[in-house]
């Protein structure tokens, strides 16, 4: 089981580059959100989509755009990178069914440095 | 949601019980309880949630006061796998509109 995959797994910018981290889900989940985690910091929610089409802001959302074209993929995009952009970015993703527990599935993370 | 509070970091025997306590005061009554956690460098993990009974899976338990105010993650034979940070949230059950959203959580450090 794939589960929650997130590409790249690592990944070096200058400032002002831009760039894409993928994240694709092989769950059929509705829910899909970024989080980015600074050190010794807990996670913070960039932004996420409650399915298909749609997309809402989440405490952090100032640098990143995201769009949700199928269920599968929720790709975050920096358009603009800064140093205050380093961090690792996690995608979770989260079944909305009846019968679900309310459990977020998280990818391995991408580690991103912007110099 | 309702914010919680938990200790920034507790210690562990191998082997004994680790009790970590967190407190969610403002909680309101359709709200959940669920804790996570997360080994280094890797994503978070979920780990049990409940509502006002207690819970127990093949991880932990979680037990609930009565008046829901503050709850107890157990783990009960920590072993050095269990060092993490441990995350306590609270939020309405699959509500879709209101993400989880995470505070720095208890550092656990399971000791030989």
């Known amino acids: 089981n794939a589960g929650v995959t997130q590409t790249p797994k690592f990944q070096v910018l200058k400032t002002g580059q831009s760039m894409t981290l993928q994240c694709a889900q092989d769950m059929n989940h509705e829910y899909m959100s970024w989080y980015r985690q600074d050190p010794g910091m807990g996670l913070r929610l960039i932004h996420y989509?409650?399915?298909?089409?749609?997309?809402d802001q989440g405490e952090v959302p100032n640098g990143y755009n995201v769009s949700r074209s199928t269920t599968e993929d929720f790709p975050l995009r920096l358009l603009s990178a800064a140093p205050s952009q380093t961090s690792v970015y996690f995608c979770?993703?989260?079944?909305?069914?009846?019968?679900?527990?309310?459990?977020?599935?998280f990818g391995e993370g991408s580690r991103l440095t912007v110099l | 949601d309702a914010k919680t509070t938990q200790p920034t970091s507790m210690d562990c025997a191998e082997g004994r019980a680790a009790n970590l306590p967190c407190n969610h005061s403002t909680i309101s009554g359709n709200e959940y309880v669920y804790w996570y956690r997360q080994i280094h460098s890797q994503g978070p993990q979920y780990i049990i949630h409940g509502l006002k009974n207690n819970e127990t899976n093949e991880m932990a338990s979680l037990i609930i006061t009565e008046d829901r105010k503050s709850s107890t993650l157990i783990l009960p034979h920590a072993t050095l796998r269990d060092t993490a940070v441990y995350y306590c949230i609270v939020k309405l059950y699959r509500s879709g509109n209101t993400p989880l959203v995470f505070g720095k959580g208890t550092r656990l450090s399971v000791i030989a």
């Open positions: 979770a993703s989260r079944d909305e069914g009846t019968l679900n527990t309310g459990e977020l599935f």
């Open positions: 989509s409650v399915g298909a089409g749609i997309t």
